[in-house]
């Protein structure tokens, strides 16, 4: 095969590609609205993190292993 037909193969190729390369660059991830349950949840964990914390001899060295349950 040709350089010739190998770069118009690759521009052909490349011209088919921008449009749904630009369309999946663009689309924006959809912003889950949080939940009255999932703030509060977090803002126990938080209080009850900073609790902990002004009673621990040493809280730079606790593991608070903070989950979903």
Known sequence: ???NKKLV??????LIMAPFVW???SIQPEERE???AERDASN???EC???LAGVL???SSAQ??????
């Not at 193969?9 to 490349?14: G, P, Q």
Request: overall charge negative.
């Open 44 to 46: 126990l964990r938080y």
């Open 57 to 59: 001899h040493d809280p």
């Open 64 to 69: 608070w292993g903070i989950r979903d349950d």
């Open 9 to 14: 193969l690759v521009l052909v190729a490349l």
């Open 49 to 51: 993190r900073e609790r």
């Open 1 to 3: 095969m040709s350089e």
């Open 23 to 25: 369309m999946f660059w």
């Open 34 to 36: 949080i939940s009255q």
